[in-house]
C-alpha cells in the first residue's frame, strides 16, 4: 500500500470528544447570559467575535452544544452576514466604500491605490496583521463621499493620495503604540 | 421649499439631554395619547393625515397601524415556548427599520444621532395605540454614534419614567431594545429583519402573511421606517388637518431627501412635498461645480431609476414621480456631472445586487447574476471608450428579459427591483 511517507497517522486517531471538555471561562461568561435563547445567536456570535477578533472554529461548536442549536444553524447565520470573519483580520479594517455616490466621486481609485500600497487584494490582511482591506456598499455619509472608514472612525472626501497617507499614519500611529507597550 | 417640520430639533437641541426634549415640546404628543379617554380617534387622525412609509414601500401608515391593532391574536395563552420567555407576553409588536443600507441614504443616522428621543417617543406612542409592551430598533452596525446615542437616551428614558413600568399611566408598559445589524443589506426588508431579530439567517419570508398579521415572533407587527416615526409625534399633536397643509394633495407632508454625488453641497435636506428636484440640486445642494454638466441623476437609490437632464423639473412628490415612471424609494438623489462614466456605475449597481442577494429564491439569485455578467460582457475590452459601444440587440434583449423575470417572479423586493435602474438608463438613452 503506498503511504505518504510524511503524513501523521495518529493525527487522525479518533482522542475523545473535543468538546468534552466545558467551554473556556471567557466562552462561558458569554454563552452564560443567552444560554436556552436561540434569538439570541446573532448577539453572541457579535460578543464572540469582540473578544477573539473574529469566530474561531471550535467556539462556534461550544456555541452550537451550549445554545441546543444545530452546528449548521451556527455557521448558517455567522456566513449569511458581513460582519462575521472566520481568520483573524488585521489590527486596522480598512473598509472602502464602493456605493453609488462614492464611485461617482472616485472611490475606485482608491480602493486601486489602497492594493497596491498593501499590497493585499480586497478580503485579505497584510502578512504582518496590521491591516485588512474591505469593500462596503454603503456607509451612510454620503455627503463626505469617497469615504474610506478604519474601525469605527470615518475619513471623508479622500483621494488615492491622502489614503495612502492615511495608511502611513496608522503605520507610524502602530509603531508608537508598539514602542509604548515594549516600554 | 425646504420646510423644517421633523429635522427641526436637529443640531438645536443636545441629543443626550431629555430635559432639552422637554423643553422643545418632546413627549407632550405621548401625554396627549395617555390622556385621552379613546384612541380610535389618534389611527384615524393618522389615516386621514395620509402618512405613507418612508422606507421605500410608501405604504399608508394609518392603515397599517389599524390593520395590526384589529389582527387576530395568533397565539393562545399562554403563549409557544419557543418565543424567549421576554417577548411571551407582548400581544403584538412595535419595530423601528433603521437598517439603513441604501447607497446614496443617510437620512435616517442623521434622525437618530441628531434626535433620538423624538424617535422613542413616536415608537411609545404607537405601542400605547396597539398594546404592544416590547418594541425593537433595528440599527445598522456601521452607526457606532447612532448606537451610542440610542442607548444612552434608552437609558434616561427609563430613568425618567417615559419606558419601563407604568408610562405616564398605571397600565402602560413598554420598553425598547436594540438589536443591531450585522452586515446584511436585505436585513432592510420587514421580513428578513424579523428573521434576524428571531436569531435566524436574514431571509425575507413570502407575504402574505403580513407583518401586521404575523410578523415578528409570528405576532402582529408595526414595523416603520425611522422618518416615518420622526413624522408621527407632529401628526399626533397637531392633528390631520394641520399636517396636510404641507406638501401635495396626494403626497401631504414632507420628506428628507439625500443628495450626493456631484453636487456642491452635498447633504440631506427635509423639503416640503412637491419641491421640484431643480430647486433641491441647484438651491439647496448648491448645483453642479463649474464647468460642469449634468449627465443623469439616480434617484431612490440602487432599486431606484436614473433621471434624464431634461426631467430635473419634476417636482418631489409620490404621484409625480410615479407618472415619469420613477420613485421615490430612500429618498437618495445621486448627481452625475459628465465625467461620471455611466457603465461604470451600472456594473457597480449589478454588483451590488449579486453581492446583496441573499439567494433564497432563483430568480433573484441566478437573475442577479447573469445580469452582471451580461454588463460584463458588454463592456468587456472597451475600458478606454465605453461611451460608445455598440450594444449587440441580443445582449440587450436577454438583459430585459432577465429583468422581466426577477420582477415577476422573485420573492422580495431586491430582486423584483435589481434591474430597474440599469434597465432605465438603457431606455433612457443615457449610455449611447
Ligand atoms: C431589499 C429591501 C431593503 C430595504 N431596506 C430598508 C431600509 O434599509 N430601511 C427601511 O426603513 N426600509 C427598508 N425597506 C423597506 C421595508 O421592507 C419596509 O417596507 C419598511 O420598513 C416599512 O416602513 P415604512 O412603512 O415606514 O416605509 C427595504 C425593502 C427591501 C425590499
Ligand atoms: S428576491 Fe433576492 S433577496 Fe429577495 S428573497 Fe429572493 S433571493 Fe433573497
Ligand atoms: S455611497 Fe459611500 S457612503 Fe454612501
Known amino acids: 500500500m503506498l503511504r505518504h511517507p510524511k503524513k501523521k497517522h495518529r493525527q487522525y486517531l479518533y482522542q475523545g470528544d473535543p468538546l468534552a471538555a466545558p467551554p473556556p471561562p471567557e466562552l462561558e461568561t458569554i454563552l452564560e447570559r443567552h444560554r436556552g435563547r436561540d434569538d439570541a445567536l446573532i448577539t453572541v456570535l457579535e460578543e464572540i467575535q469582540n473578544h477573539y477578533g473574529y469566530l474561531p472554529q471550535r467556539q462556534l461548536q461550544y456555541t452550537a452544544r451550549e445554545l441546543g442549536l444545530p452546528l449548521s444553524r451556527v455557521y448558517g447565520v455567522a456566513t449569511f452576514y458581513n460582519l462575521f470573519h472566520f481568520t483573524a483580520p488585521g489590527r486596522y479594517m480598512v473598509r472602502v466604500c464602493r456605493g453609488t455616490a462614492c464611485h461617482v466621486n472616485g472611490s475606485r481609485q482608491i480602493i486601486h491605490a489602497l492594493k497596491d500600497k498593501l499590497a493585499i487584494n480586497e478580503d485579505e490582511s497584510t502578512p504582518d496583521g496590521l491591516f485588512s482591506l474591505q469593500t462596503v456598499a454603503c456607509m451612510g455619509a454620503c455627503s463626505l463621499a469617497p469615504v474610506l472608514v478604519v474601525n469605527d472612525n470615518t475619513y471623508g472626501r479622500m483621494s488615492p493620495e491622502s489614503a495612502v497617507d492615511e495608511m502611513e499614519k496608522l503605520k507610524r500611529e502602530n509603531a508608537i503604540l508598539d514602542a509604548e507597550v515594549r516600554a | ?432
Not at chain 2, 278 to 291: F, H, M
Request: overall charge neutral.
Open chain 2, 1 to 432: 421649499m425646504e420646510l423644517k417640520l421633523i429635522t427641526a430639533n436637529l443640531g438645536k437641541i443636545n441629543p443626550s439631554s431629555i430635559d432639552d426634549y422637554l423643553a422643545h415640546g418632546g413627549y407632550r404628543a405621548l401625554q396627549r395619547v395617555c390622556d385621552a379617554t379613546e384612541t380610535v380617534s389618534f389611527t384615524h387622525d393618522l389615516k386621514a393625515a395620509g402618512l405613507v412609509g418612508r422606507g421605500g414601500a410608501a405604504f399608508s401608515t394609518g392603515l397599517k397601524r389599524e390593520m395590526a391593532i384589529r389582527a387576530e391574536p395568533t397565539h393562545p395563552y399562554p403563549a409557544p415556548e419557543w418565543i424567549p420567555e421576554r417577548y411571551r407576553y407582548s400581544s403584538s409588536f412595535v419595530v423601528c427599520n433603521a437598517d439603513e443600507s441604501e447607497p446614496g441614504t443617510f437620512k435616517d443616522r442623521l434622525l437618530l444621532e441628531g434626535d433620538p428621543f423624538c424617535i422613542i417617543e413616536a415608537m411609545t406612542i404607537t405601542a400605547f395605540l396597539a398594546c404592544a409592551t416590547v418594541g425593537f430598533i433595528y440599527l445598522r452596525g456601521e452607526y457606532p454614534l447612532a448606537y451610542e446615542r440610542l442607548t444612552h437616551a434608552l437609558r434616561v428614558a427609563r430613568e425618567r419614567g417615559y419606558l419601563g413600568k407604568r408610562i405616564l399611566r398605571d397600565d402602560f408598559a413598554f420598553d425598547i431594545e436594540i438589536r443591531r445589524g450585522a452586515g446584511a443589506y436585505i436585513c432592510g426588508e420587514e421580513t428578513a429583519l424579523f428573521e434576524s431579530i428571531e436569531g435566524k439567517r436574514g431571509e425575507p419570508r413570502a407575504k402574505p402573511p403580513f407583518p401586521t398579521d404575523k410578523g415578528l415572533f409570528q405576532r402582529p407587527t408595526i414595523i416603520n421606517n425611522v422618518e416615518t416615526f420622526a413624522n408621527i409625534p407632529f401628526i399626533t399633536l397637531e392633528g390631520a388637518q394641520a399636517y396636510r397643509r404641507y406638501g401635495t394633495k396626494q403626497s401631504p407632508g414632507t420628506r428628507i431627501v439625500c443628495v450626493s454625488g456631484a453636487a456642491q453641497k452635498p447633504g440631506a435636506y427635509e423639503i416640503e412635498m412637491g419641491t421640484p428636484l431643480r430647486y433641491v440640486i441647484e438651491e439647496l445642494a448648491g448645483g453642479l461645480k463649474p464647468e460642469r454638466t449634468l449627465q443623469a441623476i439616480l434617484i431612490g437609490g440602487a432599486a431606484g431609476v436614473f433621471l434624464k437632464p431634461d426631467e430635473i423639473d419634476v417636482p418631489l412628490a409620490f404621484e409625480s414621480l410615479d407618472a415619469i415612471g420613477a420613485t421615490f424609494g430612500s429618498g437618495a438623489i445621486v448627481v452625475l456631472d459628465d465625467t461620471a462614466k455611466m457603465w461604470g456605475v451600472l456594473l457597480r449597481l449589478a454588483r451590488f445586487f449579486r453581492n446583496e442577494s441573499c439567494g433564497k429564491c432563483l430568480p433573484c439569485q441566478i437573475g442577479t447574476q447573469r445580469q452582471l455578467e451580461i454588463l460584463e460582457r458588454m463592456t468587456q475590452g472597451r475600458s478606454r471608450k465605453l461611451e460608445q459601444t455598440d450594444i449587440s440587440p441580443e445582449e440587450l434583449r436577454l438583459l430585459r428579459d432577465t429583468g422581466a423575470v426577477m420582477r415577476d417572479a422573485s420573492l422580495c423586493g431586491l430582486g423584483q427591483t435589481a434591474s430597474n435602474a440599469i434597465l432605465s438608463a438603457f431606455d433612457k438613452k443615457l449610455i449611447l
